[in-house]
């Protein structure tokens, strides 16, 4: 139990479009998910809150124009980075908690702007 | 404000040789503190959920123990297969995860 899906698992990007992130619980209803970004040889660093059916809460630091965040369902969470530059390169993962299993973690998706 | 410190960064180890990961945490109100392993381009995958000082859990190789300062990930006759990133982390006061650098893991046979 407690599945997190998350699609896709890599994509390439020009530079200046927008990509689509999608985040989906599985066998259980998520009312919050995370979204980590992840650097080369470096921890998650949490970007933001998306709770369902409000709007997301983000970190310091973390521009909320850039990277949209949509939790329109108790499912799904969607992560949107528009107008990408090479400098967002990254792995981006989500998180929800699940009372029976803690924390659960997609597997993350490798997003490289050219 | 919180704050999860890992040590060491890295960690090279024959096959059978037997060590301990450290976790130092510091938290307003512990809720629990959650290891982690992630292998590379994977998302972390849940190893254990420690909650009060003196908790021990084992799975396989692997037990974790807690005191009221740091947690120990001890790795007992370790085998390559057990390579990867071991994380510990804690969650902030807005529920979310924060992570350790982490300690990754090298056993060689």
């Known amino acids: 139990g407690a599945v997190v899906s998350q699609h896709p698992s890599r994509v390439i990007c020009k530079s200046g479009t927008s990509v689509k992130i999608e985040c989906r619980s599985l066998?259980?209803?998520?009312?919050?998910m995370f979204w980590y970004r992840q650097f080369p040889k470096q921890s998650l660093m949490l970007m933001a809150t998306s709770n369902e059916g409000s709007k997301a809460t983000y970190e310091q630091g973390v521009e909320k124009d850039k990277f949209l965040i949509n939790h329109a369902s108790l499912t799904l969470s969607t992560l949107t980075v528009t107008s990408a530059h090479p400098e967002d390169s990254s792995f981006y993962i989500c998180?929800?908690?699940?009372?029976?299993?803690?924390?659960?973690f997609g597997s993350g998706t490798r997003l490289t702007v050219v | 404000e919180d704050q999860v410190t890992q040590s060491p960064e890295a960690l090279r180890l024959q096959e059978g040789e037997s060590s301990s990961l450290n976790c130092s945490y510091t938290v307003s109100g512990l809720r629990g503190l959650f290891w982690y392993r992630q292998d590379p381009g994977k998302g972390p995958e849940f190893l254990f959920t420690l909650y009060s000082a003196g908790e021990e859990k084992e799975k396989e190789r692997l037990k974790a123990t807690l005191t009221k300062k740091e947690s120990f990930l001890h790795i007992t006759a370790p085998k390559p297969e057990d390579s990867a990133t071991y994380l510990c982390a804690v969650p902030q006061a807005g529920t979310a995860l924060i992570f350790g650098k982490g300690t990754t893991l090298s056993v060689s046979s």
């Open positions: 998180s929800a908690e699940q009372s029976d299993y803690g924390y659960t």
């Open positions: 066998d259980f209803q998520a009312t919050t």
